[in-house]
């Protein structure tokens, strides 16, 4: 079963735009990535954060994480055509090296 | 250097054949996990090998998914009499192993069954 949700399911912007994607999660985790997936590829790794981490960057991409509301939000600012892409936050638990991914958010940006 | 490989990319099996799906991990990856993604969800862990040793397999839906690791690289999952419900991407990552956790995903395989 999906550990959690991501809002929005789908999301259009126009380049040069902001877009936000939020996830939240069930249980507690040790670590939390994002991935992108182009269409029809496999899962591409973006960034990872800590538990006990509130914020990284990497690029024009920042993630948040709030393990008191069990949420993250995955920012990505100056958007390109080529960002258009499912994102997907996915979680792993100490002692468990297997991770649990949300459902996704199609992101698609217009030129 | 070279990415996850998987193979076949695309399969098409009727309903009751076996199949075997076969995964060549990053050179050097300890850790190697199987994923199945159905159409518009994200991906559900299947099972995970560290080296040839298959530490979890907790995932895998019923007796009649198989996977193996023999030599601590290649790694193959097998269905036996395939189902309808088995039509998905099933997806190979490896990754070095701890601390990174980091996982490194293969195009997958597209399996439908008929």
């Known amino acids: 079963s999906q550990q959690g949700e991501e809002d929005p399911q789908a999301l259009s912007i126009q380049e040069g735009e902001n877009a936000t994607m939020n996830c939240s999660y069930k249980?507690?985790?040790?670590?939390l990535q994002w991935y992108r997936q182009n269409s029809g590829r496999g899962l591409v790794h973006l960034i990872l954060?800590?538990?006990?981490?509130r914020e990284k960057h990497s690029g024009r991409l920042r993630v948040t994480l709030d393990t008191s509301k069990k949420s993250s939000s995955l920012l990505i600012t100056a958007s390109r055509a080529a960002d258009t892409a499912s994102y997907f936050c996915?979680?792993?638990?100490?002692?468990?090296?297997?991770?649990?991914f949300g459902s996704g958010t199609r992101l698609q940006v217009q030129p | 250097g070279a990415g996850v490989s998987q193979s076949p990319r695309y399969k098409v099996a009727k309903r009751g054949q076996d199949v075997a799906l076969r995964c060549d991990p990053i050179?050097?990856?300890?850790?190697l996990f199987w994923y199945q993604q159905a159409l518009g969800q994200g991906p559900e862990f299947l099972t995970y090998?560290?080296?040839?040793?298959?530490?979890?397999k907790s995932g895998l839906p019923s007796d009649r998914f198989f996977a193996e690791r023999p030599e601590g690289s290649v790694s193959t999952l097998k269905i036996q009499r395939t189902q309808q419900e088995d039509s998905a991407v099933y997806l190979c990552?490896?990754?070095?192993?701890?601390?990174?956790?980091?996982?490194?995903f293969g195009p997958g395989t597209r399996l439908t069954v008929t």
């Open positions: 990552a490896s990754s070095f192993g701890q601390p990174s956790y980091e996982q490194y």
């Open positions: 249980t507690s985790i040790n670590n």
């Open positions: 954060i800590r538990s006990n981490e």
């Open positions: 996915a979680t792993d638990k100490a002692g468990r090296r297997a991770l649990t």
């Open positions: 050179s050097g990856h300890v850790s």
């Open positions: 090998f560290q080296n040839e040793a298959q530490l979890d």
